[in-house]
């Protein structure tokens, strides 16, 4: 078992925090929790050379609420005259990132959750930043440059420096330089609750023993239950055990179970999850040495066909960001649970720097004929027809523009592009075969305003807090992209700062 700044003892030392996980959620908790005068341990299931949960597995992109360049500049001081000279970062209102997470969970969102994402947000990024946490511009994947000029767009505009990796880096940077102590392979399995029905400690289990770490206040911030594949057929639905997980193999649902055993109100979309265009070979569970390379988000460019040859999804329907999170399910519903994103020379350019992986799954030709003969279980006289329906259909009229929803279209098939059609006829051809990756569970915990975890009563659990993607109500069949991370920041911050205020209060 690895530690960082602690030996765990027999019997252990008195903690007035004990936060479960050490991915983005966690750690802004365990660093809300220190700075409001707690003494805080932090365990993390996984070994050191895995820690960090699902944050580590991300692009780092956060969503955040801003009114500006001069708000960005203050966040990111490194960002150059020159650089801002040449680029329209547009603003992020609170009232479009409200609008946003409404808009995309069809207004099922809880209100309070929402509201506080929202208007907690530019403060808890630049409270990161204060711990160390770096932001830059999202040049290579939320901008194109059109007439020598960045254009930003879907609301996202800022990611961690060094991306997921360098998040988890910063934090944990954070953590050491506060004393805080994290202990690795330290898993947390019991609550325990003294007889007033308050929390007073957990039970961990480590690679040798298990033992009890008495505490005032416990977080809970491991994560929801995507890694577990019995979970997820329960609760996600037949075919859901073959998706494949982005992210990290420990996010089992343990903190939620604990909760619940504890008496918590389970709450929110425990049969929807945020899931991808992943790549077909992927193996099982997230890799950090490819990261997010897998992810395949280009497909508004493309036109997707599944192995009958047809078109299934609008590719066009929303930026990319208001889209992604949905569109796995949609492949896990086809034919052999994938599908394949066909591009040709016109849109080439535009593809993520995730195309050109060394372990992409690929196939090119220099005809469509050929192409679809290429593509491994797909009915090919189908997809050719369908390709060709599809060029037929354009609406070649209207102008393409990437960096704005430009309406061209296609008429009269069904499902029809409503954006970014560009005919598939300029060789070479390439397409991509893709799987769906599930990234994290929209089902969880019910937290009040502080961040405590309620009952089934919608009473509070004294000494019970919760943070990040365990926490349900706020995501509902789909999410807006960077909101995860900017919800753990958040959601972690608040529960951090109640679990000490309770603590030491």
């Not at 005919?423 to 569970?441: M, N, R």
């Not at 915990?445 to 502080?450: A, F, G, N, S």
């Amino acid at each position: 078992m690895s530690e960082t700044g602690a030996t765990p003892q027999t019997p252990p030392r008195q903690y007035d925090v004990v936060v479960v996980g050490a991915g983005n959620a966690a750690m802004c908790a365990a660093l809300a929790a220190h700075e409001g005068g707690a003494k805080v341990l932090v365990l993390e299931r996984a070994p050191e050379a895995e820690a960090g949960g699902n944050s580590r597995f991300t692009a780092g992109a956060i969503r955040f609420a801003y009114d500006g360049v001069d708000d960005l500049r203050a966040l990111m001081p490194d960002l150059t005259d020159a650089e801002v000279e040449v680029t329209d970062f547009g603003t992020y209102s609170e009232e479009q990132f409200y609008a946003d997470l409404g808009r995309i969970s069809d207004y099922r969102c809880d209100p309070e959750l929402a509201d506080a994402l929202v208007t907690r947000s530019k403060d808890t990024l630049m409270w990161m930043a204060s711990h160390g946490v770096r932001f830059a511009p999202i040049w290579g994947r939320q901008a194109f440059k059109v007439d020598g000029r960045f254009t930003f767009w879907g609301g996202l505009t800022v990611e961690s420096v060094g991306g997921g990796e360098g998040l988890v880096e910063s934090l944990r940077a954070a953590l050491a330089r506060n004393e805080i102590d994290l202990w690795h392979e330290a898993a947390g399995r019991e609550l325990l609750i003294d007889d007033a029905g308050a929390v007073c400690g957990i039970r961990a289990r480590m690679p040798e023993r298990t033992l009890e770490v008495p505490c005032s206040a416990v977080v809970l911030a491991a994560g929801g239950f995507q890694a577990n594949a019995e979970w997820r057929t329960r609760y996600l639905g037949p075919g859901w055990d073959l998706a494949k997980v982005r992210g990290t193999r420990f996010n089992t649902g343990d903190g939620i179970n604990m909760a619940l055993e504890a008496g918590a109100m389970p709450y929110g979309n425990w049969s929807g999850a945020h899931a991808v265009a992943w790549d077909y070979n992927a193996p099982e569970f997230g890799d950090l040495a490819v990261g997010d390379g897998f992810q395949k988000h280009s497909y508004p460019f493309a036109i997707v066909l599944n192995a009958d040859g047809r078109r299934f999804v609008d590719e066009g329907a929303d930026f990319r960001n208001y889209t992604y999170a949905r569109y796995g399910r949609e492949i896990l519903a086809q034919p052999g649970h994938s599908a394949w994103q066909v591009f040709d020379a016109s849109t080439d350019h535009l593809l993520r720097d995730e195309y050109r992986i060394r372990q992409v799954t690929r196939v090119t030709a220099d005809s469509i004929e050929e192409l679809c003969a290429r593509m491994e279980g797909v009915h090919t006289e189908q997809a050719l027809a369908t390709i060709s329906e599809f060029n037929a259909a354009v609406d070649r009229s209207v102008g393409f523009d990437p960096n704005v929803l430009d309406g061209r279209r296609t008429r009269g098939l069904s499902p029809d592009k409503t954006n970014w059609a560009m005919p598939v006829e300029t060789p070479p051809f390439a397409a991509y075969h893709v799987t769906c990756g599930l990234t994290f569970t929209f089902g969880g915990l019910r937290i009040d305003e502080t961040g405590c975890v309620m009952d089934t009563d919608l009473r509070p659990i004294r000494g019970l807090y919760a943070a990040g993607e365990l926490v349900g109500g706020l995501f509902y069949g789909n999410y807006p992209g960077g909101s995860g991370l900017s919800a753990g920041a958040v959601f972690g911050r608040l529960a951090g700062t109640s679990a000490a205020a309770h603590a030491t209060g």
